[in-house]
T-cell receptor
Framework: GENVEQHPSTLSVQEGDSAVIKCTYS??????FPWYKQELGKRPQLIID???NVGEKKDQRIAVTLNKTAKHFSLHITETQPEDSAVYFC??????????WGAGTKLIIKP | DGGITQSPKYLFRKEGQNVTLSCEQN?????MYWYRQDPGQGLRLIYY???????QKGDIAEGYSVSREKKESFPLTVTSAQKNPTAFYLC????????????FGEGSWLTVV
């Protein structure tokens, strides 16, 4: 069946450095790829998304890139700050109504 | 985000008891979802509904039931058949149009005592 693989499962970076999280999807029909941030004990919140007709999207320190040929997309966070510490989930659409979720990446920002 | 209300935030269930988690949205969204999240794990889809009076099983529907009698409401019942229900339950909704954002409620913590 369809799946999304997310790597790494844990990422530790020095404050101020960049962080990159990668996801690979299997369904070639997927056309929507959101990224969610979840702080401990709270709900996931959308931080950025990208649609299949776009290769890259940026929002301040956050960017997402999409390679449809290779079926992978990545989240890039530059100039990391302590408040970036959280679990990040990627997802890929498999229909109008459903997303397939990655397993999550715990991002730790070291002071 | 503020348009999806889940209650209660914390719930304790005794063995053999059914409990119902409430989810209400005022975003006029057609589609609603229930996810289960175990500690340190990802999101697993329990049920989803695309329209009133219709719903579909997700990946882990066994031991759960839902109803969708009104557009704004999608309650989840955790039945006694669900042997390991302790988890964080998240309700979500979106418009159902391809590529539209899914918004989550604040979640409900269910613990078996």
């Amino acid at each position: 069946g369809e799946n999304v693989e997310q790597h790494p499962s844990t990422l530790s970076v020095q404050e101020g450095d960049s962080a990159v999280i990668k996801c690979t999807y299997s369904d070639s029909a997927s056309n929507y790829f959101p990224w969610y941030k979840q702080e401990l004990g709270k709900r996931p919140q959308l931080i950025i998304d990208i649609r299949s007709n776009v290769g890259e999207k940026k929002d301040q320190r956050i960017a997402v890139t999409l390679n449809k040929t290779a079926k992978h997309f990545s989240l890039h966070i530059t100039e990391t700050q302590p408040e970036d510490s959280a679990v990040y989930f990627c997802a890929a659409s498999i229909s109008n109504y459903q997303l397939i979720w990655g397993a999550g990446t715990k991002l730790i920002i070291k002071p | 985000d503020g348009g999806i209300t889940q209650s209660p935030k914390y719930l304790f269930r005794k063995e053999g008891q059914n409990v119902t988690l409430s989810c209400e949205q005022n975003l006029n969204h057609d589609a609603m979802y229930w996810y289960r999240q175990d500690p340190g794990q990802g999101l697993r889809l329990i049920y989803y509904s695309q329209i009133v009076n219709d719903f579909q099983k997700g990946d882990i529907a066994e031991g759960y039931s839902v109803s969708r009698e009104k557009k704004e409401s999608f309650p989840l019942t955790v039945t006694s058949a669900q042997k390991n229900p302790t988890a964080f339950y998240l309700c979500a909704s979106n418009s159902g149009v391809a590529g539209n954002t899914i918004y989550f409620g604040e979640g409900s913590w269910l613990t078996v005592v």
